[in-house]
Protein backbone atom coordinates (compact mmCIF):
# COMPACT_ATOMS: atom_id res chain seq x y z
CA UNK A 1 0.00 0.00 0.00
CA UNK A 2 1.17 3.79 -0.71
CA UNK A 3 1.47 3.93 3.13
CA UNK A 4 3.91 1.40 3.42
CA UNK A 5 5.97 2.51 0.76
CA UNK A 6 6.36 6.12 2.07
CA UNK A 7 7.45 4.72 5.12
CA UNK A 8 9.91 2.30 3.79
CA UNK A 9 11.15 5.34 2.22
CA UNK A 10 10.52 7.41 5.40
CA UNK A 11 8.92 10.04 3.07
CA UNK A 12 6.02 11.79 3.77
CA UNK A 13 6.18 13.97 0.87
CA UNK A 14 5.97 11.53 -1.73
CA UNK A 15 3.15 12.48 -4.26
CA UNK A 16 0.85 9.74 -5.47
CA UNK A 17 2.26 9.16 -8.63
CA UNK A 18 5.73 8.52 -7.75
CA UNK A 19 4.27 6.46 -5.12
CA UNK A 20 2.07 4.35 -7.15
CA UNK A 21 5.11 4.50 -9.75
CA UNK A 22 7.56 2.59 -6.87
CA UNK A 23 4.28 0.34 -6.28
CA UNK A 24 3.87 -0.42 -10.27
CA UNK A 25 7.92 -1.31 -10.67
CA UNK A 26 7.77 -3.25 -7.60
CA UNK A 27 5.53 -5.55 -8.85
CA UNK A 28 7.37 -5.82 -12.58
CA UNK A 29 10.21 -7.56 -10.62
CA UNK A 30 7.88 -10.19 -8.62
CA UNK A 31 7.99 -13.56 -10.56
CA UNK A 32 4.01 -14.80 -11.14
CA UNK A 33 2.54 -16.96 -8.75
CA UNK A 34 2.40 -20.12 -9.74
CA UNK A 35 -1.10 -21.04 -10.68
CA UNK A 36 -3.73 -22.14 -8.48
CA UNK A 37 -1.79 -20.14 -6.07
CA UNK A 38 -4.31 -17.57 -4.10
CA UNK A 39 -3.19 -14.08 -2.64
CA UNK A 40 -3.43 -14.14 1.15
CA UNK A 41 -6.26 -11.55 0.68
CA UNK A 42 -8.10 -14.31 -1.01
CA UNK A 43 -7.60 -16.42 1.62
CA UNK A 44 -8.29 -14.48 4.75
CA UNK A 45 -11.72 -13.38 2.38
CA UNK A 46 -12.27 -17.51 2.17
CA UNK A 47 -11.72 -18.23 5.77
CA UNK A 48 -13.92 -15.73 6.90
CA UNK A 49 -16.88 -16.59 4.66
CA UNK A 50 -16.31 -20.60 5.52
CA UNK A 51 -16.31 -19.11 9.85
CA UNK A 52 -19.66 -17.31 8.47
CA UNK A 53 -21.28 -20.70 6.53
CA UNK A 54 -20.12 -22.68 10.32
CA UNK A 55 -21.65 -20.10 12.13
CA UNK A 56 -24.79 -20.03 10.10
CA UNK A 57 -25.05 -23.68 9.76
CA UNK A 58 -24.52 -23.77 14.01
CA UNK A 59 -28.12 -21.57 14.33
CA UNK A 60 -30.12 -24.03 11.96
Do not use: H, M, W
Amino acid sequence: PPSFVREAFNNKELTDDLVNEIIKKAKATLPEPPKGTISKEEALEQAEKAKQAKADSKKK
